[in-house]
């Protein structure tokens, strides 16, 4: 089955920037998607298609997908960011898949 | 407002039987491909299962395939998971969340989702 793997844990200094890889066979070949959990809160779809942003997410969240990588970046981190990241893919079953996520600490 | 309200989680026995639903408000349910995922505590995100706007493509996670049957219902603007065999792996916050389109597979996401509903399996 297929598999997404990021980092458990990424730290940033506020106003830094921040990045969360999540790595996959061929990932480039498909389409990633990004979400933050915060603490006691639904997921937040925050990129689609590998870089789409949805409507009311701000701008300093980018992201790329390339080869056999996905990466989110979060430019100007702040305070409000620290959360958990999960990236998504759909196999070639259009079965979803998760990355196992990670935790972004601002500090 | 776009709104999804899972109901219908709970306690059941290891071996028991659960129907979890989810009621769509605030866009057109029919135009729109559907999910449930879950996340077990303190665990990451888990895809449990996916049914096009017309019902016409689903699919499942093989952890749940042959145990659990996901359904809706456009003319009540709802969502069911029928789930069955349940085990201590069953144990989790269930979603259901809304796709970006009426189909699912590349290209799509999870783009609106609800507050979930527990699901215990205990003896």
């Known amino acids: 089955s297929y598999e997404l793997t990021q980092p458990p844990s990424v730290s940033v200094s506020p106003g830094q920037t921040a990045s969360i890889s999540c790595s996959g066979d061929k990932l480039g070949d498909k389409y990633a998607s990004w979400y933050q959990q915060r603490p006691g809160q639904s997921p937040t779809l925050v990129i689609y298609?590998?870089?789409k942003r949805p409507s009311g997410i701000p701008e300093r969240f980018s992201a790329s997908n390339f080869g056999h990588t996905a990466t989110l970046t979060i430019t100007g981190t702040q305070p409000m960011d620290e959360a958990d990241y999960y990236c998504q893919a759909w196999d070639s079953n259009t079965a979803g898949v998760f990355g196992g996520g990670t935790k972004l600490t601002v500090l | 407002e776009a709104q999804l309200v899972e109901s219908g989680g709970g306690l059941v026995q290891p071996g028991g039987s659960l129907r979890l639903s989810c009621a769509a408000s605030?866009?057109?349910?029919?135009?729109?491909?559907m999910h449930w995922v879950r996340q077990a505590p303190g665990k990451g995100l888990e895809w449990v299962s996916g049914i096009t706007w017309n019902s016409g493509n689903i699919g499942y996670a093989d952890s749940v395939k042959g145990r659990f049957t996901v359904f809706r219902d456009n003319a009540k603007n709802s969502l069911h998971l029928q789930m069955t065999s349940l085990g201590a792996a069953d144990m989790a916050l269930y979603y259901c969340?809304?796709?970006?389109?009426?189909?699912?597979?590349?290209?799509?996401?999870?783009?609106?989702w609800g507050q979930g509903t527990m699901v215990t399996v205990s003896s």
């Open positions: 969340a809304r796709d970006r389109r009426g189909y699912y597979g590349r290209g799509g996401a999870f783009e609106i």
């Open positions: 298609q590998d870089k």
């Open positions: 605030g866009f057109i349910f029919e135009e729109y491909a």
